[in-house]
Each structure stands twice: as C-alpha cells, then as structure tokens.
C-alpha cells in the first residue's frame, strides 16, 4: 500500500532559525513529489514540485531535496518567520499504472515564536 | 485573478438530505479533483477527472458522485449524507495530472447531523 510518513509531527521553533522536515515514502511507481503549506482553515498552496530526476528544488526560503533511491524528501526552511506557521505536507503520486493517484502524508505542523 | 472557487464554504445539514457542493476554475485546467480532510488524517481523494466528461475515483469515493459536463466546473454531490461524511471538502484544478502544482480551493466544511 502506497504510504507517505512525515515527520516531526510537530515543531516549535524561534522566529529567524531554521528547520527541516522530513517525508518518507513508499509510494510505487513515482511520479512526483511536491511540498505544500497549509494555513489554519485554508487550502494547501504549492511549494515545491519534483520529478524522478531532480534531487533539489527552491522556492524562495523554502529548499526541497529528494533522494529517490531511499525514498526520502526533505524541507529545508532558512530563516524562519511568524508566518511560516502551518502544516506543511508532503504529497507523492504514483507514475503510470499508479494512475497518477496522490497519496498526502499527515503533515507537520510548525509554529514560529518571535 | 486566476483562482478555485467553492460554494458554499460552510453547511450543516441532515442525514440523507441530498446536497451539492459547486467548484468552478478560471484557469482552463484539464485535471481536477476532489479531497476531504479529517483531523490525524491526511487529505484523501475522493474523485479526479481528467478532462471534460472523463471522471475517476480516488481512494474514497464511496457515497459521493461527481460530474464534469463542463470544463470549469466539478461539482461534488452526496445523495444521502450521513455522518461520517462530516469532513471538510477541498477540490483542486492543475493544467494536468502528472507534473504541474494543483490549486486549492478555499474549503467547504461540512457538518451531517
């Protein structure tokens, strides 16, 4: 069964640092990874997309790696701010014969002190 | 202002009373699809189409129809709403299934009593 597991599931951090999150998969065939942020009550908005053949991809302060072969993602956020508090979701599709379904990890929720 | 809209973005209503929830897009997008999204879970498919009368189920469609007569518009239905239905909804467009990123709606949440 297609599985994403993300973690932490939560993360307290100071307004200026930096953190990572992490999403592991074990979705088959791949078609592609993306990283999105989700506000309190909003609908998630994309960060990050990444096919089979890129291995890192940034969006402003937010850097994604993809490791395929252990099939492990990473969000790297530099420099922190108030409103980078939210879910944060990693989300895999199934390549052909997967028909393209995406399989939603359960998010990690980060909240941002000043 | 390209975006997805949803109406409407709250309902309560009782079990087994028919109801609709409209999606519309003004973005020409061929793939659209509906999520719900339950709290400890993740967003769950519940149906995808990738063009204009061309629908599909995802991982839980069970108790809900959809229809795509028209490009911009996927409206999801519950013939007989019940509980566990209770959820909020999101439905998403993108130019395409495989490598674009979906834009969400703003949510429709939805409470059977």
């Known amino acids: 069964k297609n599985q994403v597991e993300q973690s932490p599931q939560s993360l307290i951090i100071l307004e200026g640092k930096n953190c990572t999150l992490q999403c592991n998969y074990t979705v088959s065939p791949f078609s592609n990874l993306r990283w999105y942020k989700q506000d309190t009550g909003r609908g998630p908005v994309s960060l990050t997309i990444?096919?089979?053949?890129?291995n890192t991809k940034s969006n402003r302060r937010y850097t994604a790696t993809l490791d395929a072969d252990t099939k492990q993602s990473s969000l790297h956020i530099t420099a922190s701010q108030l409103s980078d508090s939210a879910s944060y979701i990693c989300v895999v599709s199934a390549g052909p014969g997967g028909s393209y379904i995406p399989t939603f990890g359960r998010g990690t929720s980060l909240i941002v002190h000043p | 202002e390209a975006q997805v809209t949803q109406n409407p973005r709250y309902l309560i209503t009782v079990t087994g009373k028919k109801l609709t929830v409209t999606c519309s897009q003004n973005?020409?997008?061929?793939?659209m699809s509906w999520y719900r999204q339950d709290p400890g879970l993740g967003l769950r498919q519940i149906y995808y189409s990738m063009n204009v009368e061309v629908t599909d189920k995802g991982d839980v469609p069970e108790g809900y129809k959809v229809s795509r007569k028209e490009k911009r518009n996927f409206p999801l239905i519950l013939e007989s709403p019940s509980p566990n239905q209770t959820s909020l909804y999101f439905c998403a467009s993108s130019p395409d299934e495989i490598a674009y990123e979906q834009y969400f709606g703003p949510g429709t949440r939805l409470t059977v009593t």
């Open positions: 973005m020409n997008h061929e793939y």
């Open positions: 990444m096919t089979f053949s890129e």
